[in-house]
């Protein structure tokens, strides 16, 4: 299984972008899919979630309200709408997944440990 995430960039702030979040070699159809991000010097943080049992989604409180998160079971994708972006947003994006009964959830999505497979990261930075 590969996660490939894709979508960083440069961007003034107010701004917007979409990641994607692809998996390589398995079929979506039970899951769950968080985005976390790391800025230098920083712990790695949950930014949000997806979890296909129940079509649940989380968010950390600094996103609430500017990030979307979605998913195309499709194209084997999930996706990060991230609007409004300020200067502390600036982090590197990776996306990880949970393949693994029971599932993450309300309270534990955010466990960095949880999480079976990890994609590279993809760099936004936001300028002020």
């Known amino acids: 299984v590969q996660l490939q995430a894709s979508g960083g960039g440069l961007v003034q702030a107010g701004g917007s972008l979409r990641l994607s979040c692809v998996v390589r070699?398995?079929?979506?159809?039970?899951?769950?899919i968080s985005w976390f991000r790391q800025a230098p010097g920083k712990e790695r943080e949950g930014v949000s979630c997806?979890?296909?049992?129940?079509?649940?989604?989380y968010y950390a409180d600094s996103v609430k309200g500017r990030f979307t998160i979605s998913r195309d079971n499709a194209k084997n994708t999930v996706y990060l709408q991230m609007d409004s972006l300020r200067p502390e947003d600036t982090a590197v994006y990776y996306c990880?997944?949970?393949?693994?009964?029971?599932?993450?959830?309300?309270?534990?999505?955010?466990?960095?440990?949880?999480?079976?497979?990890w994609g590279q990261g993809t760099q936004v930075t936001v300028s002020s």
């Open positions: 990880a997944a949970d393949f693994t009964y029971p599932l993450v959830g309300t309270t534990n999505w955010i466990l960095t440990w949880k999480y079976d497979y």
């Open positions: 070699d398995f079929t979506l159809d039970y899951y769950a």
């Open positions: 997806i979890v296909s049992s129940d079509d649940s989604t």
